[in-house]
C-alpha cells in the first residue's frame, strides 16, 4: 500500500466519524458531502475512476440535496403543526 | 436505558467487534492481488473482440448489457415512485403567486460571487456530461456517470438561487420524457441485436477502429440512452422534492 493511498483511507475514516459526531441534522448533510469528496478520491487513488465520477455527483451533491429538502420540509411541517394548534382553539 | 449501561455495552461490545474487524482484515489478500480468470479474460477479450478501450463500460453495456437493462429499470421504477409519492395531493397546489421568495429567487447566500460560479460551472458540467456520455467505450465514463453529471448542471441554478429558472430549463414533462426514451431506447437497442443477430442485446453494428469515437459497436448508443435516463431520473427526484418544499402549499379549508 502506497503512502497516498493510506492518506486516503485515514481521511475516509475521519470523514465517516466526523459525520457520527455533529449533532445538527443540517451540518451533518453538508458533512456528509465533504464525505462523499473523500471518498470520490479513494476511489480515484485505487484506481477506479469510473466508480470515483459516479460517486462524485451521487454523495457530494445528489444525497445532500435530497436530505436538505427533506430537513426543510420538517422544519415547515413543524411550524405548519404549531399554527393549526393554536388556530383550532 | 440510561448512558452509563450503554457506555457499558460499548465498552464491551466495541473492542469485540474491533478484534473481529482485525482478524478479518488480517486474512485479506494484498490490495491489487487478484486471481480471477474470468476478470483477466474480460480484460482480454474485450479490447480486442469487441473495439473497447474502457473495459468497465465495455462489461456494463456488452457483456453484463442485461444486468444493466435490470438495474435501468430498477431507477426508471424508484423515480416513479418518488413521483408518485410525491404528486399533487388534492388539497395541495402549486402557489407560485404566494411564494414571491421563490419567484424573485434570494434565499440566504446567493451572493454575487456564488451566481457567477454557477454561470461558470453549468457550461463545464454540461459539456463534461456529454462528453462522458459520447466517450463511455473509450474513457473512464458512461451512461450512468455522463447523466449524473449532466443532472448536475441544471441543479447549479438552484445554487444560484434561481429555482423558477430552473423549472423553465428542464420542465417536468421534459424530465419524464428524457427518463422514458432513455429506457425505452435501451431495451430497443437489444431488440436491434435479437432482429439483426438473433440474441437479445447483442453487440450487433460494426466494431470499427480500436479509440475511434464510433466504435465498439453499439456501446456508444447504449451510453447515450443510459445517460438520457439518468439525466430525467436524477432531474426529476430532485425537481420532485424542491417542489415540496419551495411551491406546494396546502390549500386553507
Known amino acids: 500500500m502506497t503512502a497516498l493511498q493510506a492518506v486516503g483511507l485515514l481521511v475516509v475514516v475521519a470523514a465517516g466519524t466526523a459525520i457520527v459526531f455533529v ?67 | 436505558m440510561s448512558r452509563r449501561v450503554r457506555l457499558l455495552l460499548f465498552a464491551c461490545a466495541g473492542p469485540g467487534l474491533l478484534a473481529v474487524l482485525l482478524i478479518g482484515l488480517h486474512g485479506l ?18 479490447p480486442g473482440q469487441r473495439h473497447a478501450t474502457d473495459v468497465v463500460t465495455a462489461l456494463n453495456f456488452d457483456l453484463r448489457a442485461f444486468d444493466t437493462l435490470g438495474e435501468e429499470f430498477i431507477l426508471f ?15 395541495e397546489d402549486e402557489d407560485v403567486e404566494s411564494n414571491r421568495s421563490v419567484a424573485n429567487h434570494r434565499f440566504a447566500g446567493a451572493s454575487d460571487a456564488l451566481r457567477v460560479l454557477s454561470l461558470f460551472l453549468i457550461p463545464l458540467l454540461v459539456s463534461l456530461g456529454v462528453y462522458l456520455a459520447l466517450h463511455g467505450a473509450l474513457t473512464p465514463g458512461g451512461g450512468f456517470q455522463a447523466g449524473v453529471v449532466l443532472a448536475a448542471g441544471p441543479l447549479v441554478i438552484l445554487l444560484a438561487g434561481r429555482y423558477l429558472a430552473l423549472k423553465r430549463v428542464a420542465p417536468k414533462w421534459l424530465l419524464e420524457a428524457s427518463d422514458a426514451t432513455g429506457a425505452a431506447a435501451y431495451a430497443l437497442i437489444g431488440l436491434g441485436g435479437l432482429i439483426f443477430a438473433s440474441i437479445y442485446l447483442k453487440n450487433f453494428l460494426p466494431l470499427g477502429t480500436s479509440g475511434h469515437l464510433l466504435s465498439a459497436g453499439t456501446m456508444p448508443l447504449n451510453s447515450i440512452a443510459v445517460g438520457l435516463e439518468v439525466t430525467g431520473a436524477f432531474l426529476l427526484t430532485w425537481t420532485e422534492f424542491l417542489d415540496q418544499d419551495l411551491l406546494v402549499q396546502r390549500e386553507e379549508l
Do not use: C, N, W
Open chain 1, 23 to 89: 449533532p445538527d441534522p443540517l451540518r451533518q448533510a453538508l458533512v456528509l458531502s465533504i464525505y462523499g469528496l473523500a471518498l470520490t478520491l479513494l476511489f480515484f487513488i485505487f484506481q477506479a475512476p469510473d466508480v470515483a465520477l459516479s460517486e462524485l455527483v451521487v454523495g457530494s451533491v445528489g444525497m445532500p440535496v435530497i436530505i436538505l429538502a427533506a430537513l426543510r420540509k420538517i422544519a415547515q411541517h413543524a411550524a405548519g403543526g404549531e399554527e393549526d394548534e393554536e388556530g383550532g382553539e
Open chain 2, 29 to 46: 489478500p494484498a490490495f491489487g492481488d487478484f486471481h480471477g480468470p474470468y476478470g483477466l479474460l474480460v480484460d482480454r477479450v474485450e
Open chain 2, 77 to 91: 421504477a424508484s423515480v416513479s415512485g418518488v413521483a408518485l409519492l410525491l404528486r399533487h395531493l388534492r388539497d
